[in-house]
């Protein structure tokens, strides 16, 4: 018997099919499965990281109502980039996961993960560039540079850095798990079926 015949056969090996196809079947299977998770987990970590950055503000009191100081992560454009970039990347990775079941189910299928494999990619690019010049800013803000005498203005806004700092971890792990995504799908694709 052809070893296509296991996708023929809703790709479930039976008493037939040899010893090597059904460990290539539960290979597969396996892999479709950890992709799955990966999606969900970077998933998780990108609208974390969106929420965070995206709800930071703080308000420093002063002695009169008036006059007050702000500070919002729609101030600074690098931090609007981040949230967009973490939004984009959520939504792609929340699109994808009917996608990913399917390759549970019927987990021979090749054409549908080479192109998972292009738009991961385009996404791990996205997430990147946004959580990298955040990180930028993020150090700015909380170290200054002394050569072009721009201060640290983390002294007054702690709460605000605090959450900023925070947001870049979900994103920097999303970043990981995108790697872990590719790597996983190169495997599936490059085993026989």
């Given at each position: 018997?052809?070893?296509?015949?296991?996708?023929?056969?809703?790709?479930?090996?039976?008493?037939?099919?040899?010893?090597?196809?059904?460990?290539?079947?539960?290979?597969?299977?396996?892999?479709?499965?950890?992709?799955?998770?990966?999606?969900?987990?970077?998933?998780?970590?990108?609208?974390?990281?969106?929420?965070?950055?995206?709800?930071?503000?703080?308000?420093?009191?002063?002695?009169?109502?008036?006059?007050?100081?702000?500070?919002?992560?729609?101030?600074?454009?690098?931090?609007?980039?981040?949230?967009?970039?973490?939004?984009?990347?959520?939504?792609?990775?929340?699109?994808?996961?009917?996608?990913?079941?399917?390759?549970?189910?019927?987990?021979?299928?090749?054409?549908?993960?080479?192109?998972?494999?292009?738009?991961?990619?385009?996404?791990?690019?996205?997430?990147?560039?946004?959580?990298?010049?955040?990180?930028?800013?993020?150090?700015?803000?909380?170290?200054?540079?002394?050569?072009?005498?721009?201060?640290?203005?983390?002294?007054?806004?702690?709460?605000?850095?605090?959450?900023?700092?925070?947001?870049?971890?979900?994103?920097?792990?999303?970043?990981?798990?995108?790697?872990?995504?590719?790597?996983?799908?190169?495997?599936?694709?490059s085993r026989p079926s």
């Amino acid at each position: 018997m052809k070893e296509g015949a296991v996708e023929a056969a809703g790709d479930q090996p039976n008493s037939k099919h040899s010893t090597s196809t059904v460990l290539q079947w539960v290979m597969n299977r396996r892999l479709s499965m950890v992709d799955f998770i990966l999606r969900l987990l970077a998933a998780a970590g990108t609208l974390a990281s969106a929420v965070a950055m995206g709800t930071t503000d703080q308000t420093l009191p002063f002695f009169t109502q008036f006059l007050q100081f702000t500070a919002q992560y729609n101030d600074i454009p690098t931090f609007t980039f981040f949230v967009i970039a973490n939004s984009i990347v959520c939504a792609y990775l929340v699109l994808s996961l009917p996608l990913s079941i399917f390759h549970v189910i019927r987990s021979a299928r090749k054409n549908s993960r080479i192109i998972l494999l292009i738009f991961d990619t385009v996404m791990l690019a996205l997430l990147t560039a946004g959580a990298s010049a955040a990180a930028a800013i993020v150090y700015l803000a909380h170290n200054g540079n002394a050569s072009a005498n721009w201060s640290s203005f983390c002294q007054p806004f702690n709460s605000f850095c605090d959450r900023i700092s925070g947001s870049l971890i979900g994103s920097f792990g999303g970043i990981l798990l995108f790697i872990l995504l590719i790597i996983t799908l190169a495997v599936a694709i490059s085993r026989p079926s």
